[in-house]
C-alpha cells in the first residue's frame, strides 16, 4: 500500500518542467513534490531516443527509490520517446505514471472550433508522432499541423536575450502554423510557456495555446484522488531540487520558471549503463 504522505515525484530534461511545477504548487499546494531535471543531458530534442529510453528508465528508478507516491513525466520529448519504459519501472514499485501529452490533447481536442490543432515541439516528439495518436484518439477527425522548433528550447534554457533574429526565428516556426488556419496551438515542450506571449503575438489572439502546466495538475490531481493518494488539510507542501549537472546554472534559470523561492539544490550523478 503506497503512502499517501508520500511526494509526487517529477523530472524533466532541465527547467522546462519546473512550469508543470508551478502549476503544480499552485492547484495542490498541500502535496510535497521532488523534482529533477537532467541538466546534464539536456536537450533531449535531438538526442537518440535509444539513449534517451535507458536514461529515462534509471531516472524512473532512482526517484522512486527514494520514495513517491506518483510519477510525472514533465517533459514532452521524455514522454513521447519513453512513456512506455517508464511506466514498466514505475510498475515494479506499484507507482501510477501521468504524461504530459495526453492532457493536453485532450484540452485541445476540447476548445478547437475550426478542427485544425498545432503542435510546436522538438524534433524527436514531432519524430514520434506521439502527439498526433494522442490527438487522433480523441475521435474529432483533426486536421494536426506538427512543426519542431529545435532552436526554442534551448534558447530558452539559457535565459537569452529577445532580440530581431529570436523574433525571426519564432516567425519562422509559427509561419506553417499560421498558413495552415490553426485555432489551437499545443505547446509541446514545458519550456515553451516561457514564451507564450512571443508566441500569441505571432499567431493573433484568436489562437488559443494549450500548455502542459494546467492540463498535467488536473490530471495529478484526478490521478490522486481516484486512487486515494490525495493529501488532506489546507498547509503548503514541500518541494526538494535535484538536477544531473551544476547546479549553478540550474539554481539561475529555474527560479525565473518556477516564479517562487527555489531553496537548496541538490547535484546527482548517475551512469547509464550500455
Do not use: W
Not at 508551478?22 to 499546494?29: S, T, W
Not at 522538438?122 to 506521439?130: F, L
Not at 534554457?157 to 530581431?164: C, P, R
Not at 527555489?262 to 551512469?271: A, D, I, K, P, Y
Amino acid at each position: 500500500m503506497i503512502d499517501a504522505s508520500l511526494p509526487v515525484a517529477m523530472f524533466d530534461s532541465g527547467v522546462g518542467g519546473l512550469t508543470v511545477l508551478h502549476e503544480c504548487l499552485v492547484a495542490l499546494p498541500q502535496e510535497d513534490y521532488l523534482y529533477l531535471g537532467d541538466t546534464a543531458m539536456f536537450p533531449y530534442g535531438e538526442r537518440d531516443p535509444a539513449e534517451l529510453r535507458r536514461r529515462i528508465a534509471l531516472i524512473v528508478a532512482k526517484l522512486l527509490e527514494r520514495g513517491a507516491k506518483l510519477l510525472v513525466i514533465a517533459c514532452n520529448t521524455a514522454t513521447a520517446i519513453g512513456e512506455e519504459v517508464a511506466r514498466e519501472v514505475a510498475a515494479k514499485y506499484g507507482v501510477e505514471v501521468v504524461p504530459v501529452v495526453a492532457p493536453q490533447a485532450e484540452i485541445a481536442a476540447a476548445i478547437t472550433d475550426n478542427g485544425r490543432v498545432g503542435v510546436l515541439a522538438t524534433t524527436n516528439t514531432v519524430e514520434s508522432g506521439a502527439y498526433r495518436r494522442a490527438l487522433e484518439a480523441e475521435g474529432r477527425g483533426l486536421d494536426v499541423i506538427e512543426v519542431a522548433a529545435p532552436r526554442l528550447a534551448p534558447f530558452i534554457q539559457e535565459g537569452s536575450l529577445f532580440d530581431e533574429e529570436t523574433m525571426a526565428m519564432a516567425r519562422g516556426y509559427c509561419a506553417p502554423l499560421r498558413k495552415a488556419g490553426v485555432d489551437t496551438l499545443i505547446l509541446g515542450c514545458t519550456h515553451f510557456p516561457l514564451v507564450a506571449p512571443m508566441l500569441q503575438r505571432i499567431l493573433g489572439r484568436n489562437v488559443r495555446l494549450v500548455s502542459g502546466g494546467h492540463a498535467v495538475a488536473a490530471a495529478i490531481q484526478r490521478t490522486l484522488e481516484g486512487s486515494g493518494l490525495a493529501r488532506e488539510g489546507d498547509d503548503e507542501g514541500t518541494y526538494e531540487f535535484f538536477c544531473t549537472g551544476p547546479v549553478s546554472s540550474f539554481g539561475d534559470v529555474a527560479t525565473r520558471f518556477l516564479q517562487m523561492p527555489l531553496g537548496e539544490v541538490r547535484q546527482v550523478e548517475f551512469t547509464v549503463p550500455a
